[in-house]
């Protein structure tokens, strides 16, 4: 019984040593992780695809169940953002990355994933090429063939344009009709300008006039709009992302120039209207925008060897820069001029269309209200088609009022309008002392008469005066006839001359609320 009792002890105290071993072994769940995984170098960039090789090095313990590369424009993407799977495991795999956009920096990660979760590895960096070489546009004009590239959501030409229809030297300029450019060439023939190293390498200066219409069909000359939407897009030092880097081309120290952007500025300078002359050719470049800053001048951006920015200035449009084309139409550009000829029920409007959008304008004219701000859907005229200017005769309008119209351009894109100009109808009254009718305005808070005062009592020669006693005269004549006197031109368009007692006495009608002002 003894030796029983004995062995029972032994065998309680191995079950409970077993229980302590037990207890104090890990589950095998506690010793796994996530795998680990390195991304490797993008290699095989192209405009659209690239290939990233990387390496899942370890499993965590537990099966790799999906592996590859995500990847976003924005950094440190995630597998929900768009991604890859290559497989499943350990080692070495590669993924081919598809659909990116030209142009475009792109940030990638490879990733891992077990039953612990998903890890990445570094964030890399990558940008895809310029559109590929047979991204190209023909001139249908001359035939000349210009690389275009993407830069956001635009199209632009990659080089200079070149259309050269005629060519004048540089002592010829006008801001009204157009001039065609080569730097240093000083002749009239296209052939010869053509066959200059300048023309080849950077293209024709253009006057504005010239630059409004010299874009190929489907392209247009950029507008304000156009140019800060890019600079926008490029931030920071845009100039520098935009100018063609090194010193080839650029003088040196073409500050900031990374052509990041794939515009590939040249410096193909400027022909002068101060003295006639070209300039700057190697240090600056200057691009017309479609808009006008006033009746003689355009807006510009430029570019230097000095600066990574966007210089944006105007310029007088005799000037002969640079253009760069770009892809697709839009609304016009169109000013409102000055309002003349006002009556009582009408006046005129003036408006200019200084450029088409690069779609034919099939309407314009102006459009006029009493609130601010008018469009078609209120009053309007139709004033022909086509760039240029034209003048709009307003109607039916109502006296002593105030109206405010602008000018309208409209094309396949949509409409455009120019500056609101405000305006008061004049107003007429009679004076009962002759009959006379005379129309008047209101200015601010005063109601002025539009027309010199014709009453005439009567009538003196010029050669006759006095400070005390009242006098009339009418301008050439030397009579005392009022009817003759009334009949001449000069009675009927300038009025009557007064002396100071006169003037004091002649206030026409105080039944009509008018006095001297």
């Not at 005063?446 to 003196?460: K, S």
Request: include cysteine; aromatic fraction near 12%; charge should be negative.
């Amino acid at each position: 019984m003894k030796k029983i009792i004995k062995t029972s002890k032994n065998v309680l105290s191995l079950v409970a040593l077993s229980f302590v071993a037990t207890m104090c072994t890990p589950v095998q769940d506690n010793v796994l992780a996530v795998p680990s995984v390195i991304t490797g170098n993008v290699t095989n960039i192209t405009s659209t695809t690239a290939e990233c090789t990387s390496n899942v090095t370890t499993d965590g313990g537990a099966a790799v169940t999906a592996r590859g590369v995500c990847w976003s424009t924005t950094q440190i993407p995630t597998i929900l953002n768009q991604k890859i799977t290559n497989g499943t495991g350990t080692g070495t795999f590669t993924s081919n990355i598809r659909s990116l956009k030209p142009n475009t920096i792109y940030y990638v990660r490879a990733y891992a994933t077990n039953i612990k979760g998903t890890v990445y590895g570094e964030q890399t960096l990558f940008k895809t090429s310029l559109e590929d070489e047979e991204s190209t546009f023909t001139d249908l004009r001359d035939d000349n063939v210009y690389r275009i590239i993407a830069i956001g959501e635009q199209t632009w030409m990659k080089e200079n344009l070149a259309y050269l229809p005629e060519v004048s030297p540089p002592v010829a300029g006008s801001e009204t009709d157009v001039h065609y450019y080569v730097y240093d060439y000083d002749g009239t023939y296209v052939t010869a300008a053509k066959a200059t190293s300048n023309y080849s390498i950077y293209g024709v200066l253009y006057n504005w006039k010239a630059a409004l219409t010299a874009c190929p069909e489907g392209w247009r000359l950029p507008s304000n709009n156009d140019w800060e939407e890019l600079n926008n897009y490029l931030g920071t030092n845009a100039g520098g992302k935009m100018k063609e880097s090194g010193t080839i081309f650029w003088n040196s120290p073409n500050t900031g120039a990374t052509n990041e952007s794939g515009f590939s500025a040249l410096p193909g300078g400027c022909r002068l209207y101060i003295n006639n002359t070209f300039s700057d050719i190697g240090r600056a470049v200057n691009y017309w925008s479609s808009d006008e800053y006033d009746t003689n001048n355009a807006w510009v951006r430029g570019m230097e060897n000095s600066s990574a920015n966007i210089h944006t200035f105007y310029g007088m449009k005799n000037n002969g820069f640079s253009i760069r084309c770009i892809n697709g139409y839009s609304i016009p550009f169109v000013t409102t001029g000055g309002i003349t000829n006002l009556t009582t029920t009408s006046a005129d409007c003036y408006g200019h269309v200084t450029s088409d959008g690069g779609s034919a304008v099939f309407a314009r004219g102006c459009c006029w209200s009493t609130s601010k701000d008018p469009t078609i859907d209120n009053f309007k005229t139709t004033n022909g088609a086509g760039t240029g200017s034209f003048t709009s005769n307003l109607t039916n309008l109502t006296p002593n009022t105030i109206y405010y119209v602008r000018a309208y351009a409209t094309n396949s894109e949509g409409i455009a309008y120019g500056e609101v100009r405000r305006f008061t109808t004049q107003n007429t009254f009679t004076d009962d002392r002759d009959g006379n009718t005379y129309h008047y305005v209101r200015i601010g808070d005063q109601n002025w008469m539009a027309e010199n005062l014709a009453y005439l009592p009567e009538v003196y020669p010029y050669n006759v005066s006095s400070s005390t006693e009242p006098y009339y005269y009418v301008y050439g004549y030397n009579g005392t006839h009022t009817t003759a006197a009334k009949a001449t031109d000069n009675y009927s368009i300038y009025g009557v001359l007064y002396n100071y007692t006169a003037a004091m006495a002649s206030d026409a009608g105080t039944s009509n609320n008018t006095s001297l002002i």
